[in-house]
């Protein structure tokens, strides 16, 4: 099997995707086994200076840094469980000793597979106003839609006043479920969690749309490179 590396963004995100690579190995692999995986964090804050800044370049850098470590530590290709660190990915690219995973082209590959036309977008501000999920999605015939106004604010406040410190609430659960009822009413047939904390508030069975899980997908692509 390949050797797995995980470059972190933020900490609840990043071990939400661990979990589901081990989770989801029980089934591909065997009980107590999993391809090997290294993860290296370097704290969010060192990277929101770039991201408030528009500096993808210098989140490139970041992600550069970490990909260099887990390269000279084994891994065989990455992963970055960080939807917003994808708008560097022209910048990793270009540079990187090993191949990556792209979360937005591994959930939109799973929206066409399952039919969706249009996909709403829950994200950060980063991901709501960037290219990164347009750029995957339009090629395979998939429209992305975003919330408006106030829906929009509130997406992006919850994830970064509570989800990335492990804090959900019912009432942000409600909150995002009715932007979801929104983004219903204006077409889509489908919502991706696009931030990778999200999964860890909304629930699939409560969704006024059916899910896109960024995190799942993005870790079971992982295992399913591991095997390949």
């Known amino acids: 099997m390949k050797h ?4 972190a ?3 609840e995100g990043a071990a939400l995707c661990y979990q589901q690579i081990c989770r989801d190995a029980l089934q591909l692999v065997g009980k107590n086994d999993h391809p090997r995986i290294t993860l290296d964090s370097i704290p969010l804050a060192a990277w929101m200076p770039s991201f408030d800044a528009g500096d993808y370049r210098g989140v ?10 887990l390269s000279r530590a084994g ?7 960080d939807n917003s660190a994808h708008r560097a990915w022209a910048f990793v690219q270009a540079e990187t000793p090993i191949p990556w995973l792209h979360i937005a082209q591994v959930l939109g590959a799973e929206a066409r597979r ?3 036309r249009r996909v709403g977008v829950l994200g950060t501000r980063f991901t709501m106003t960037g290219p990164v999920y347009r750029e995957a999605l339009s090629p395979m015939g998939i429209d992305t839609v975003v919330p ?9 406040r919850i994830i970064f006043s509570e989800l990335v410190d492990g804090i959900f609430k019912d009432a942000s659960r409600q909150a995002y479920n009715r932007v979801i009822a929104r983004l219903r009413e204006r077409g889509c047939d489908a919502v991706a ?6 999964p860890l508030l909304v629930r699939p069975e ?3 749309l059916p899910t896109l899980d960024s995190t799942h997908l993005l870790a079971t692509a992982a295992v399913r490179e591991a095997l390949a």
């Open 4 to 7: 797995i590396g995980i470059v």
């Open 9 to 11: 963004c933020s900490a």
């Open 60 to 69: 490139g850098r970041i992600m550069l840094d970490s990909v260099r470590l």
């Open 75 to 81: 891994a065989d290709f990455a992963v970055c469980p």
């Open 114 to 116: 399952r039919g969706y």
């Open 148 to 156: 408006e106004g106030a829906d929009f604010e509130t997406v992006d």
């Open 193 to 198: 969690l696009a931030c990778t904390e999200i």
């Open 206 to 208: 409560e969704s006024p």
